[in-house]
C-alpha cells in the first residue's frame, strides 16, 4: 500500500527523495545509520537496508517482526517507545516514523525522543494519518452520525459529508490518545518541538478508497484501501458497542453505509509526511 501511496521510488515520497538520499549518501567519515520507530512487519527497515546497503538499519517496535533472515546491515530491537530511547541519543542520520503517533498517549513526547536520537543535521521523516475523510475533489466532508435519517439518503448524493468521517469521529474519542490536534498541521507540531529547523517539508498523500482516483490510476490502491478500512471498521465495532451508546442494529446500518460509501462515494483517505531536519 505504501508504495503505491508514496509513488516512486516507494519507500518514502518521491518529493521527499532527495532529501533522504543526500542525508545518506556513503561517507567514509562516518558510518551512517537509519532508525525506523514503530517498524511493524520489518519491511520497511529490511528494504531500506537493501536500497542503502552502506547503512546500519536499526527497526524498533513492541512486537516481534516477521523475517527469520535479515540483511547484515539490518537489526530489530524490541521495546516501548513511549519509555523512552536513550539507548539511541545521538546516533542516527535518518529517523522514520509511520503511523505511530495515532497509537500513543503521548504523541508529542514521541517527537522529543525522535530528536533527541538523531545526530545534528539528522532528517525526520514523520508520516502518520488523519481522521479527516475528503470527497472526490478532495474537498473535506463533514460526519454523519447516529440518528440517521429514515429513510437513509443514498450514498451516492452526499456530497458534503461523510459516514465514515462520522465513524471516526467516534473512534477519536474511544480511542483515547493524544494524537496531533487537529487544528494545527504535522509541521507545525514538528517546528513546536524545538529540536527541529523551521523549514519542515510537508507532502500531503490522498488515497482513493474503492474506486482509481480522480485521474483513474490508482486502481491497486483503491482496493487495498477499501479492505483495509472494512477491516478496521469491523475490528472497532465492539469499541463501539462496549460504550453502551450504540446498539448493533445502529452500528450494522452504519457499518452498511459505510460500505456503500466506499463503493460509490468516492471518498478519500489522507495522510501527511513530513521531513524536518535536527538543528545543528
Known sequence: MWRLLNGPPGLYPGALAPL???????DASHQKRVLDIGSGSGIW???????????????FDLAKNKYETLPTNCRFDRGNVELGIPQYRGLFDVVHCRSVAAHLTDPIGLLKSIGESLKPGGLLLLVDGSYNVYGSQKQPLLPILPPFDSPRPPVHEQTTHS?????????KDLAGNGIIPATKSADDIIKDD???ADDVRTIDLYGPVGWPGHDGTEQELGAILKQNLTEFVQASKPAFLKTGGFSSEVLGEWMLAIDEETDVGHIYTFWTASAGFKKP
Open 20 to 26: 533522504v538520499e543526500a542525508q545518506l549518501k556513503i
Open 45 to 59: 527497515a529490511v528494504e531500506i537496508a537493501e536500497t542503502f546497503p552502506h547503512v546500519d538499519v536499526v527497526g
Open 163 to 171: 459516514y465514515f468521517r462520522g465513524w471516526m469521529e467516534i473512534w
Open 194 to 196: 524545538g529540536q527541529f
